[in-house]
């Protein structure tokens, strides 16, 4: 009990800390943070109750050569539940549109089946997460590392992203996959005949 009220404390220390340096972050009591000198955000950023954003600098007692970056753009609006893992750099342009329950994550256990647990293997981190501007994410969707979102563009409710999606198009699955296009001479979404 001792422990979790100790851990408590320094999260709302650490809370306080990131809201300082990000006035135009809203946010409640529930965000639970780690590391706040790695993360920025604009103006009107809202994200909802229960969100984790977490940065890792280190990792079985080895600093990393260029530390994790979380950038969040203004006007970004996360729901509820959302949790962002950091270990080198995930980007979330302006006005992203995030639903609740989505994860994103921007490194991976090492995958060597020759140590005793997988949590012995180095850390690997990926080259991050794009995000552009103006993609809407759907609930429940897993992000993985090395992806780009391109602006505009919406990822269905359940997706997992694991390879980058361009811009203008609708992707849905486990792995996502685009199944339309936004044809701006039509001004509609367009099927790309993969449904």
Known sequence: MLRELRERMANRAEVRSLTKRCPGLHTDSTLKVKLPQYIKCGENVHIGEGSRLLCWDSYRGERFENPPQISIGSGVRATRNLTIQCASRITIGDNVLIASDV?????????????DSYLENPLDRSDGITIEEGVWIGNNVIILPNVTIGKKSIIGAGAVVTRSIPPYCMAVGNPARVIRKYDSERNEWVRTGVE
């Not at 994860?103 to 140590?115: A, C, E, R």
């Open 103 to 115: 994860f994103m994550v921007d490194y991976n256990h090492g995958m060597s089946p020759l140590t």
